[in-house]
């Protein structure tokens, strides 16, 4: 052949190709971490831009910008600067950005199903000598013990909420169907409830996602199953429990015939219940109060809008849903600690406290400011919710179980109507591997 | 780079009058900033993930504590672990189908393009290189919207189509409508670049060669098979290479895509999986391992492309 392409050209091509394969080749093995850098002293600047990180949905704007003036006006010379985290993938990032003290917040919030693995490994400050300053035996004792390791505080209480039922009372009206007081009446009501909207297309009676696993497990925790529980030094899955296996019937019964949502498994779209809710593609769902502010106002208005607690098995129980919460700490390897113990000592201030009661509709971390949540129907409910719910398991490891995935894919598989039997029995040993890892 | 200053063709060095030690000397000189930037931006972290690779490296070490050695034992544990081998079929399978329609696609689409007057050919260019440069994040969340099962303009146009059973369907609750999805991303997020190389190269076949082709009564497709093909050969081969390399390691599309689905486990491939293991699992000594052994994996694809460029004369 004439050699159409003349030689530097093809040695051109081949050098650029060595080039970008070898950027290939080496990009290959992402995933390495930054070092281990974990400074112990504390103390630091005196001044400085404190950086804080707290989650979607958390702190709602004015208490974010009360924390922040405040928080200037006592420190001159110093800034705060605060960035919302989403839930979805917060594991991985707090444990590259917490390592290195470059890359740290210094303030951060955790959920509270994360907080004993962080507390743990040391990732975060000490804050026992600062208990007493932040509330000291007003704190939510569940949270507190999430938020310690080996007797010692690292992550402070932020505020604790559980979910509760919102229904539509003219549906309800409609169909005939009282509020559940059980939950094979809850079922039932869905049943009713989809039967009478079949006209509605994709109507659900009760909008679940199986993507919503923290939504699903109240099934599991009000029939008296946990995630996991400790037999001695190891943990062991409920999802195989005789009890475990009831839940898992009654919710596969539900989603065949009172929700036509099991399938929905993206996070995004199942974390707002209230759209489906706001068009009228269902008569009820599973959210927290603060979902008030994100429902129509017409149909709020119009005195469409009712609420129910979780219902228990069988009448005289109690409904158990999660208990949702987050937990606040300091980075251990911060620069800036006192900084941040200055700030939060306002995060536990009665002004933000409140804030979350107020503003947000959480239960706040110290009980004493709890009261500003009000006396309405829906506050109360929430208030009971708290008191009756149920944690994830204070496991050191239970952070990696959440990381890998574990729960949300067997949630999924069962809205997707998959065997129970087995799937639980392998999302327990996935649990078990994980959790009794040292 | 040492063997590419050997190299240098002979013509040169005698236009070039030279005192040879000192030119060499700042040849050298040249060489010290891309040599160190190289070394300190790939070399360390690959360093440090095969040191890592050898560790017992948990959430521990990552805040602080002494990481203990181990030897072997991450690697043993990765290769007799069952997850791994069906993760690294998933991975290869997924990568060569993708490649193998990419360099389909995109030879084709390349070929077109000659066959087109030259503004068609421009506008074609600046689409695709539109497509291309686009940030994958932008391009994800469009697929997103394009496939959601709620308001997805996929399932309503096929419902428009007579296919009633598509609207409300979930392209990610399954592994393969959801590799069907991510397969499809990855293709056209990765076509332009082969069209523009592979059209780059057939633009530079002499057309005396093609006309004596015509002349000699080959059709479009003998024409291809053996005169433009055998042409841009070293052109396919290195793009098919570099497909090769970029889709056994894809993972943005996929890390992003699962958050979707749920059916996380199912989904993982080589570079979600050991994202998994490390980041999201916390154990960064096996993901090490399993990280050198995607890249022991990839230098096997690549070593006859390797050896070529080290054989290839000056």
Redesign the interface.
């Known amino acids: 052949m004439a050699s159409p392409l003349p030689n530097p050209s093809r040695r051109a091509v081949l050098g650029a190709g060595g080039a970008l394969g070898l950027a290939g080749l080496l990009a290959a093995c992402g995933g390495s971490s930054g070092s281990g850098s974990s400074s112990g002293g504390g103390g630091g600047a005196s001044s400085g831009d404190l950086r804080v990180w707290f989650m979607k949905d958390s702190v709602s704007d004015t208490a974010m910008e009360w924390l922040k003036t405040t928080f200037e006006q006592q420190n001159p010379g110093s800034t705060l600067t605060y960035e919302i985290q989403v839930w979805d993938g917060i594991v991985p990032k707090l444990q590259t950005s917490l390592a290195s003290a470059d890359s740290t917040p210094d303030i951060i919030e955790l959920g509270n199903t994360q907080a004993p693995t962080f507390c743990a490994v040391g990732a975060l400050e000490d804050l026992s000598d600062l208990e007493a300053d932040l509330g000291g035996d007003q704190l939510t004792q569940s949270l507190v013990e999430l938020g310690s390791f080996e007797d010692r505080m690292y992550a402070a209480p932020f505020y604790a909420g559980s979910r509760i039922f919102f229904y539509r009372k003219d549906m309800f009206e409609a169909a005939g169907v009282a509020v559940p007081t059980t939950i094979d009446e809850l079922t039932a009501a869905a049943t009713t409830l989809q039967q009478a909207n079949a006209a509605t297309p994709g109507f659900s009676g009760l909008y679940l996602p199986g993507i919503s696993w923290q939504s699903c497990i109240a099934w599991l925790f009000t029939n008296g199953a946990l995630l996991a529980s400790q037999e001695g030094d190891t943990w062991k899955g409920g999802l195989s429990t005789p009890e475990g296996q009831a839940s898992l019937a009654q919710l596969q019964q539900l989603w065949k015939t009172g929700s036509a949502s099991g399938t929905v498994t993206d996070s995004t779209t199942a974390s707002q219940p209230f759209v489906p809710f706001n068009t009228g593609e269902t008569a009820m769902f599973f959210g927290f109060n603060w979902h008030l502010k994100s429902i129509d106002p017409a149909l709020v208005e119009a005195g469409k809008v009712g609420y129910f607690g979780f219902p228990p098995v069988s009448a005289g129980g109690v409904g158990k849903p999660f208990a949702g919460g987050s937990n606040v700490a300091i980075s251990a390897s911060s620069s800036k600690k006192d900084l941040a113990k200055a700030a939060m000592k306002l995060i536990f201030a009665k002004e933000f406290q409140e804030y979350f009661a107020t503003e947000g509709g959480w239960v706040p971390g110290n009980l004493q400011y709890a009261a500003a949540l009000g006396s309405d129907e829906l506050s109360t409910l929430t208030t009971e919710a708290v008191k009756n719910s149920v944690g994830t398991p204070a496991a050191k490891n239970w952070a990696l179980v959440e990381g890998a995935k574990t729960v949300d894919d067997f949630y999924v598989a069962m809205g997707a109507g998959k065997d129970p039997v087995s799937l639980a029995a392998a999302a327990d040993a996935a649990m078990e591997k994980v959790l009794n890892q040292s | 780079m040492s063997l590419a200053l050997r190299r240098r063709p002979p013509v040169r060095r005698a236009a070039v009058p030279l005192s040879s030690r000192s030119d060499r000397r700042l040849a050298l000189l040249l060489l010290v900033p891309a040599t160190a930037t190289v070394l300190l931006a790939?070399g360390y972290?690959?360093v440090?993930?095969l040191g890592?690779s050898f560790q017992r490296f948990g959430?521990?070490?990552?805040?602080?504590?002494p990481p203990e050695f181990v030897g072997l034992a991450n690697y043993q544990a990765m290769l007799t672990d069952p997850t791994f081998w069906a993760v690294l079929g998933r991975s290869v399978g997924f990568c060569l189908l993708v490649a193998a329609i990419t360099m389909a696609v995109g030879t084709a689409g390349a070929l077109l393009l000659t066959a087109c007057s030259r503004p068609v050919a421009v506008a074609v260019q600046v689409v695709m290189l539109l497509a291309w440069a686009m940030p994958v994040l932008s391009s994800l969340q469009v697929f997103q919207w394009m496939f959601?099962?709620?308001s997805g303009v996929v399932d309503h146009a096929l419902a428009a189509l007579g296919f009633d059973q598509m609207?409300?369907f979930?392209w990610?609750?399954q592994p393969s409508t959801f590799f069907a999805v991510a397969g499809l991303l990855v293709t056209w997020m990765s076509v332009p670049l082969v069209v523009f190389m592979v059209y780059a190269?057939v633009t530079?076949?002499?057309t005396s060669?093609l006309e004596a082709a015509a002349l000699d009564g080959a059709g479009p497709a003998q024409t291809f098979r053996h005169v433009v093909a055998?042409?841009?050969a070293?052109?396919l081969a290195?793009v098919t290479?570099?497909q090769i390399?970029?889709d056994?390691?894809v993972?943005t599309q996929f890390h992003v895509l699962?958050?979707?689905?749920?059916?996380?486990?199912?989904t993982n491939v080589l570079?979600t999986f050991?994202?998994?293991v490390?980041?999201?699992?916390?154990d960064?000594g096996s993901?090490?391992a399993a990280?050198?052994l995607?890249?022991l994996l990839?230098?096997l694809i690549?070593a006859r492309?390797?050896a070529?460029?080290l054989k290839?004369p000056?």
């Open positions: 790939l972290p690959l440090r993930q890592m959430l521990e070490q990552q805040f602080g504590r959601d099962s709620r609207l409300g979930n990610f609750a190269a530079q076949i002499d060669v055998p042409s841009i070293p052109v290195l290479l570099l390399i970029w056994l390691r993972f699962q958050s979707n689905g749920g059916i996380t486990e199912q570079g050991i994202y998994q490390g980041l999201a699992g916390g960064y993901a090490s990280a050198m995607l890249l990839t230098l690549a492309y390797i070529l460029l290839e000056a």
